[in-house]
């Protein structure tokens, strides 16, 4: 049993969800988190009530920063990673960067890993990837030192957004769309993988600086629909229809969803023909990296945590 304290400010998202059944497998027992998503706070109570949660708005100070008092390490995981409005991702991304900042040079925190984004070296010119530059920025200007890990497209339990949704709505329809050509290359992460990188930090304090932390196989979007179709079982067919209407559904979505799964500045970032580094992450961090199929068996096969969905 291990009782130093990990507070996860942004815990209840994807990776957040993901990392704390490996923390708790690996001997964690006082684990904190801080997340202002109520729904997904709960479902990460039901599941784990001997986790500390907390529901607070990161980018508000307030009470919240107790729970930074004598921990061992801060995982800094709150991010915006959807949405229509340009101040949403300046505040979660930025802001609530700044506030987690504060509490960790307050208390002296001696470990800190930051949860970056690859996007910080893509071609996209998006809200996303603008408030994550900003972000990455104020992490590596505070001084404070710690490992920044930049990870691709992420998917694993619990997965709202991506290859979850997409998934899920294969599963629903007769037709899976497809945009263009659909030769569009991915590097798809697998959250398990990464939740064990992120301990490796938590646990090696001679892991610092930066990292492109990518899927160890590129795949083309259409195959990687190919083989999520396998893993679920979905009986859609997938058809290529042209961009330019497949760009026209997505806007005529956004004006009756102010909150769309998928968004026209997604599939710009999906067409930006990014190739990301692929490191050596399994040797750097100890950390073996599973087949991609194996990854998305073990996504959707899981008895509880694959039928859980997160909100977005």
Request: charge should be negative.
């Amino acid at each position: 049993m291990n009782s130093q304290k990990i507070v996860l400010p942004g815990g209840a998202g994807l990776v957040g969800q993901n990392l704390i059944p490996r923390l708790k497998a690996r001997g964690y027992t006082d684990l904190v988190v801080v997340d202002k998503h109520q729904h997904n706070l709960e479902v990460l109570a039901k599941l784990h009530p001997d986790v500390t949660c907390e529901l607070a708005d990161l980018a508000r100070t307030g009470d919240w920063v107790r729970h930074f008092e004598g921990a061992h390490a801060v995982v800094i995981l709150q991010a915006q990673i959807g949405g229509l409005k340009a101040d949403e991702f300046a505040l979660n991304n930025e802001t609530a960067t700044e506030n987690i900042l504060q509490a960790i040079r307050r208390y002296g925190v001696p470990r800190t890993v930051h949860i970056s984004s690859s996007v910080v070296e893509s071609v996209a010119d998006d809200m996303y990837t603008k408030s994550k530059k900003r972000q990455e920025k104020m992490v590596l200007d505070s001084g404070i030192p710690c490992p920044i890990l930049r990870p691709t497209l992420m998917f694993g339990w619990f997965d709202r957004k991506h290859i979850g949704w997409l998934s899920r709505f294969m599963k629903k329809v007769p037709v899976f769309p497809i945009p263009g050509h659909g030769r569009y290359m991915r590097q798809p992460l697998y959250a398990g993988d990464f939740s064990n990188i992120i301990i490796s930090c938590v646990e090696n304090h001679s892991l610092n600086g930066t990292y492109n932390i990518s899927g160890q196989e590129r795949i083309d979007y259409i195959d990687l629909i190919q083989a999520v179709k396998r893993a679920t079982s979905a009986s859609a067919i997938i058809l290529k229809i042209p961009y330019s209407l497949f760009y026209s559904l997505l806007s005529i979505w956004a004006i009756f969803d102010s909150d769309p799964p998928f968004t026209t500045e997604q599939l710009a970032a999906l067409t930006a023909k990014d190739d990301f580094e692929v490191i050596d992450w399994p040797d750097i961090f100890g950390v073996p990296s599973t087949p991609l199929q194996d990854a998305l068996d073990e996504t959707f096969a899981h008895p509880e945590y694959s039928k859980v969905v997160l909100e977005f």
